[in-house]
C-alpha cells in the first residue's frame, strides 16, 4: 500500500514536471518566434530582401552611405545636407554653393558690361535625357562643342564649352530670399580641360523658374517626362532640339561670384562640391506653367535643391546698376515665398 501510494506520488511529480518542462518549452519557443520576428521585419526595412543572413559577405555593401536631399538617416546609410560635409570634406569649404542673391548687397561692376558675356549658339550634339537618380540631365556629346562662352564674369582669356544642363526643383540659389520653384543650371567647361583647381575650370549659368506661362523652349523636355520614360533612375529618353539661345544672352541681367559644384558624389580626381566654378545666376525669373514644374519635380520625386550656404566674405558681382532698376530682384517680378513646411519636409523633429 505505501508502496503503491509512493509510485502515485512519483507519477504526479513526473507529471508536474513534464507539463512544467512544456510549458516552459512553449514559452522559449515564442519568444524566439517574436524575436525572429521582429529582426525579419526590421531587416525589410533597411536591408534588400535575402541580404540579412551574409552579414559577412554584405558588410562592405551594408556600409555604403548614399547622398541625398533629406535630413540624414544613419540607419538608413543615408546622409543628407546637413552631414555631406562630415563624408565629404570638400562639401564643407569657404565658398559653397548656392547662395542667397541679395540685389542691395551686390556690387555693380561695369565691367562687366564693358566684356559681356559672349555666347555662340549652335545644334546640340547629342538629344538624350538621362535620370541619373538626382537630377535629369541632358548632356553634349562629349568634344568640342560648338556652344561657347567667355566675357562676362568668367576668368579673362578663358573659354568654355557647353557640357550639360539639368534641373533642381525647388531653386538652390534663392533671390533676395525667394526660393524659385526650379533652377535650370548650364554647366560649361574650360575647353583648355578640366585641370584648373579653382573658378577656371567650370562656368555654370543657373536660371531660377516660377510658375506662371507654359514654356515653349522647355516642351521638349517636358513632352519627354510626360511620358513616363524617366521615371526610374538610369532612364533614358531622346528628346527633341533644346535650344540653350531660348534661356541665356548676353543681355541678361546677372550676377557672378566664385563658387562650387552643388552635389557631393564624383571622384578622387573630380570630386563633389569642389570649388572650382564661376557662378552667372540670371536675376530674373523665367516662367514655366504648373503643369511642366510638376513633370520637373516628379522626375526625381523629392526636392533637389541644398540649402544656400555662407558667404563667407565673398564678392558678388550683378551687371545691373541699381539706379536703372530699382534693385535687381524688383525686376524679377516679385518672388516665390519660400514654404518652410516643404523645405523641412524631411526633418524628423522630436517631440
Ligand atoms: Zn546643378
Known sequence: MRASLCVLLLAVLLAVLLSLAAASTQSFTARVRKAHGHVSNEAERYWPPGHLFHSAVDAPAESVKHWGYEFTNHEENFYGPDSWAEYEPQCGGQKQTPIDLVSSAAQYDCALNSSPLQFTFAELRGNTLVNNGHAVQLNEQPGASQNRVVGGGLPAGV???????????ASEHTLNG???????HFVYGNTAGYAFPD??????????FKTGRENAALKPLTDALATGALNTVNSATTIASFNISSFLSAS?????????LTTPGGTTA???CRETVTWHVLSEYQEASAAQ????????????NRPVQPLNGRK?????????????GAAAG???????ANMFAGLKVAA
Open 159 to 169: 573659354t568654355y564649352q557647353f557640357v550639360q544642363c539639368h534641373f533642381h526643383t
Open 178 to 184: 525667394g526660393l524659385g520653384a526650379a533652377e535650370l
Open 199 to 208: 573658378a577656371r575650370e567650370l562656368a555654370v549659368f543657373g536660371v531660377l
Open 252 to 260: 541678361a541681367s546677372y550676377f557672378t561670384y566664385a563658387g562650387s
Open 270 to 272: 573630380a570630386p563633389g
Open 293 to 304: 514644374l510638376e513633370l520637373l519635380h516628379k522626375a526625381i520625386g523629392e526636392n533637389t
Open 316 to 328: 558678388v558681382r550683378t551687371n545691373v546698376m541699381p539706379a536703372t532698376t530699382g534693385g535687381v
Open 334 to 340: 516679385g518672388s516665390v515665398n519660400i514654404n518652410f
